[in-house]
């Protein structure tokens, strides 16, 4: 099982303390730092740029997104973004997007809530596609590209024509297929990893051969619900469970007094439960039910707390029955001293990631 963090950073946090965690979790090994995006008063709304600044500040960690909001701009975006980052980073970035998950969001976009999972699917076709092809149009009912682009649905290769002249060659024609410059630098393309936000949407992820990522504050009993319907989906479409990645974010507090974790976790994850709920908007169902946990099933259900003994049996078992196996923690919760969040990501590293890789 691999391990990594997760940031949710919003309006009042700290960059560079971030970023020096970051830094001290790529020079301990760990596997992967992802950044979560959200427009509003919770969460960053623009986190390619902190990708970026971690890829730059890091060696061998995978930076990427948990869930970047294709639906609400341009995909084309996006996939740009990545494949910048992707060389920057040297082939470390992993794209981890999503079909959305908060009804303002769209609303402030100027983008109706009902399209989402059909945008989202043709999002993901154009990012593999221009991802891996060169010189291509693609048309669907929600995206074009170029965005002149026409005839039958779906994405079509450029015919060749000899002799063959590069697209920034051919003077004021106005070309009806277009390349993706700069390429990424993984091949085919960058990892990518789906937002399970829907049963549509894990089963579109597992019918592509997509890897899932499972957010947090998710009881186990919805994790499991989860993955069994995303297994179904890649057994049907004939694909391997070793392809892919299936992620787990959770909130993890971890220090070598088992009570002081749970002091200082029960308190941020209530906080961070209530600055969540303004933005679930009508439907708090799934607030609702997490809400209503007493505290001990709150930590046992939707978190990970404690020192070494009582986390490893509790990993080891979601690795066995489950098959997780990414585990992405976020640590610095609302109201945790940046010093306990380091003091967790240390022992993270030397106590939970070595005993995990087998």
């Not at 890091?58 to 980052?85: F, H, M, W």
């Not at 015919?159 to 630098?185: A, C, M, N, S, T």
């Amino acid at each position: 099982m691999r391990v990594g963090l997760l940031y949710s950073l919003g309006p009042d946090c700290n960059y560079d303390v971030a970023l020096e965690q970051i830094e001290e979790a790529d020079r301990l090994g760990l596997n992967s730092v992802l950044f979560e995006e959200h427009h509003g008063d919770l969460g960053c709304p623009a986190i390619m740029p902190l990708i970026a600044a971690a890829a730059s500040r890091t060696k061998t960690i995978r930076v990427g997104s948990s869930n970047r909001q294709l639906c609400l701009e341009y995909p084309i975006n996006g996939a740009e973004d990545y494949a910048v980052i992707d060389q920057i980073s040297r082939g470390r970035v992993v794209a981890g997007v999503s079909a959305g998950e908060r009804e303002q969001e769209f609303q402030a976009a100027g983008v109706p809530w009902s399209e989402r999972e059909g945008r989202f699917g043709e999002a993901l076709e154009l990012l593999r596609t221009v991802w891996s092809q060169s010189n291509v149009s693609f048309v669907g009912e929600h995206y074009r590209f170029p965005l002149h682009a026409q005839g039958e649905p779906g994405w079509q290769r450029e015919p060749y024509k000899p002799p063959f002249v590069d697209q920034w060659r051919r003077g004021q024609i106005i070309p009806e297929h277009l390349p993706l410059l700069p390429q990424p630098l993984q091949w085919p393309h960058p990892p990518m990893w789906v937002n399970a936000t829907s049963e549509a949407i894990i089963q579109l992820a597992g019918s592509k051969g997509y890897s899932l990522l499972i957010s947090p504050l998710e009881t186990e009993t919805e994790v499991r619900a989860k993955i069994d319907l995303y297994d179904r989906a890649l057994g049907q479409a004939g694909r391997d469970r070793n392809e892919v990645e299936v992620a787990l974010c959770r909130e993890l507090f971890m220090d070598t007094d088992g009570d002081v974790a749970r002091d200082r976790a029960l308190p941020a994850l209530r906080s961070r439960i209530e600055q969540l709920r303004p933005q679930a908007g009508e439907d708090q169902s799934g607030l609702a039910v997490i809400r209503g946990l007493s505290d001990e099933e709150l930590l046992n259900q939707c978190a990970l707390y404690g020192n070494h003994d009582d986390l490893l049996p509790r990993l080891l078992s979601l690795k066995a029955e489950a098959g997780i196996n990414h585990l992405i923690c976020r640590t610095s919760l609302p109201g945790l001293n940046p010093l306990d969040v380091m003091h967790s990501i240390r022992l993270i590293a030397s106590s939970l990631h070595s005993r995990l890789q087998a």
